[in-house]
């Protein structure tokens, strides 16, 4: 079996998707690694803004999803209770348990990376194919030889 090529990649290179009040940014899954990888997507709530649905009770999945709070002050709702988040927070979220995030009370955007054991569990990861056609686009495919030459015109 071939060795896969390493990858670098940085949200800012990303582009999200999605609209409204939240917007995802695929970083890892299989097409861009080219193995079987888990499944890493940064997400950003806009100020004011919440992942809550028309039925009031946010999501629910089949398999444990994990969340990373990077930046923001919003609520981690679990099966209706609201836990206050802060960055370093991680939430273990079992299969079926009702989650979403709410920013309503912010006045700056909540950001979290979610993971995933494989990508097929995100629903989002299926939106992007249909969308797209691919499940990630990056802004510059020339992202990182350029970062790799910056660096060495630093070094010198």
Same mark, same amino acid.
């Given at each position: 079996? !071939?060795? !896969?090529?390493?990858?670098?990649?940085?949200?800012?290179?990303? !582009?999200?998707?999605?609209?409204?009040?939240?917007?995802?940014?695929?970083?890892?899954?299989?097409?861009?690694? *080219?193995?079987?990888? =888990?499944?890493?997507?940064?997400?950003?709530?806009?100020?004011?803004?919440?992942?809550?649905?028309?039925?009031?009770? *946010?999501?629910?999945?089949?398999?444990?999803? =994990?969340?990373? =709070?990077?930046?923001?002050? *919003?609520?981690?709702?679990?099966?209706?209770?609201?836990?206050?988040?802060?960055?370093?927070?991680?939430?273990?979220?079992?299969?079926?348990?009702?989650?979403?995030?709410?920013?309503?009370?912010?006045?700056?955007?909540?950001?979290?990376?979610?993971?995933?054991?494989?990508?097929?569990?995100?629903?989002?990861?299926?939106?992007?194919?249909?969308?797209?056609?691919?499940?990630?686009?990056?802004?510059?495919?020339?992202?990182?030889?350029?970062?790799?030459?910056? !660096?060495?015109?630093?070094?010198?």
């Amino acid at each position: 079996m !071939a060795k !896969a090529e390493w990858k670098l990649v940085n949200s800012e290179n990303v !582009a999200p998707f999605g609209s409204g009040d939240y917007q995802s940014r695929m970083l890892t899954g299989n097409e861009m690694a *080219g193995e079987e990888v =888990i499944n890493i997507n940064e997400g950003t709530l806009k100020a004011g803004g919440t992942t809550n649905n028309e039925s009031g009770r *946010g999501g629910v999945h089949e398999l444990t999803e =994990i969340y990373y =709070i990077i930046e923001g002050d *919003g609520d981690i709702v679990l099966d209706d209770v609201h836990i206050p988040a802060k960055a370093g927070d991680v939430y273990v979220i079992p299969g079926g348990t009702y989650h979403w995030i709410d920013n309503s009370k912010s006045t700056k955007p909540f950001r979290i990376l979610t993971f995933w054991e494989r990508q097929e569990q995100n629903e989002v990861y299926h939106a992007r194919l249909k969308a797209w056609g691919t499940s990630v686009k990056n802004i510059d495919d020339a992202y990182t030889e350029k970062r790799i030459k910056s !660096a060495r015109r630093t070094r010198r």
